[in-house]
């Protein structure tokens, strides 16, 4: 039956790691728009929202509602889009991440910064988002960034 209160959702399959070190695979809802540049939601827009919870249907078809703020990490299948504009004048860093988790892995990770502040620390100090996109050998994933315990540069 159609409705105006349902908002058809795309899915995107996820896997996550809690801070316990559970991983859990499933689905998360992607709405057809997001308020702050065009396009359809992306999985890191949906981690970064302001709500502090996030429905997944696992694989077991149960819905599972997971606080956003205990997620160490979350592995993506396919890249998130980016602004071409943006991206160019990014600057890149491979670095070890060290999770909450205990676990370490190099990744890179594309940031802009102000020419005055170039630096990866300065980008670091004045996140204001939940999660980062980084590139792992494995492929994207979204890092809580309060969750982490190091990131050592390695270029």
Known sequence: MASDYIIEKANAS???LTLSGERLGGVVFLQPYVQHRRGREE???????????LPVRCADGAIRIVQKDRLVEVELDEVP??????ASGAREAVV?????????YTACIH???????????DWLNRLDQRFI???????????NWRLLNAIRPLD
């Open 14 to 16: 996820v896997r996550l």
């Open 43 to 53: 999985v890191v827009d949906l981690l970064n929202a302001f709500e502090p919870f």
């Open 81 to 86: 889009l980016e602004d071409d504009d943006r």
């Open 96 to 104: 070890e991440l060290t999770l909450g988790t205990g676990e370490s």
């Open 111 to 121: 940031y802009e910064v102000p020419t005055a502040r170039p630096r990866l620390l």
């Open 133 to 143: 996109l980084v590139h792992a050998a494995s492929g994207p994933r979204l890092v």
